[in-house]
């Protein structure tokens, strides 16, 4: 059964950093692009990053845009989502999705999504 169990989330401070991780249950990395998307209370679903199959691209929001990451060293096995200077507004269930459409590069339109995890919560608060 293809799956994504997503882990990391926390409760942080504002400033501080926190790495998510996305597990693939059932298939590899380079078969499917990999989505994060969040979701804050009374908001609608976000599409933060994303990393493509192969070649890795990466795409990321204006509002995590420098502040975000994924980190390509270990791609192959787990994506991370890398979260450093991190505000009140990042607060809210994070997830990760996986899209085996095959297209080159990625999206952060969630529609485009097959598999989606549980979601892990993040709250930045002091």
């Known amino acids: 059964q293809l799956r994504v169990v997503e882990s990391g989330g926390d409760l942080v401070q504002p400033g501080g950093s926190l790495r998510l991780s996305c597990a693939p249950i059932?298939?590899?990395?380079?078969?499917?692009?990999i989505g994060w998307f969040r979701q804050a209370p009374g908001k609608e679903r976000e599409g933060v990053s994303c990393?493509?199959?192969?070649?890795?691209?990466?795409s990321y929001s204006d509002s995590v845009k420098g502040r975000f990451t994924i980190p390509r060293g270990n791609a192959e096995k787990m994506v991370y989502l890398q979260m450093n200077s991190l505000e009140p507004e990042d607060t809210g269930v994070y997830y990760c999705?996986?899209?085996?459409?095959?297209?080159?590069?990625?999206?952060?339109?969630?529609?485009?999504?097959?598999?989606w995890g549980q979601g892990t919560p993040v709250t930045v608060s002091s």
């Open positions: 990393i493509s199959r192969i070649p890795k691209h990466t």
């Open positions: 059932g298939f590899t990395l380079d078969q499917a692009a």
């Open positions: 999705a996986a899209d085996f459409s095959g297209d080159r590069g990625c999206s952060r339109v969630a529609d485009v999504y097959h598999y």
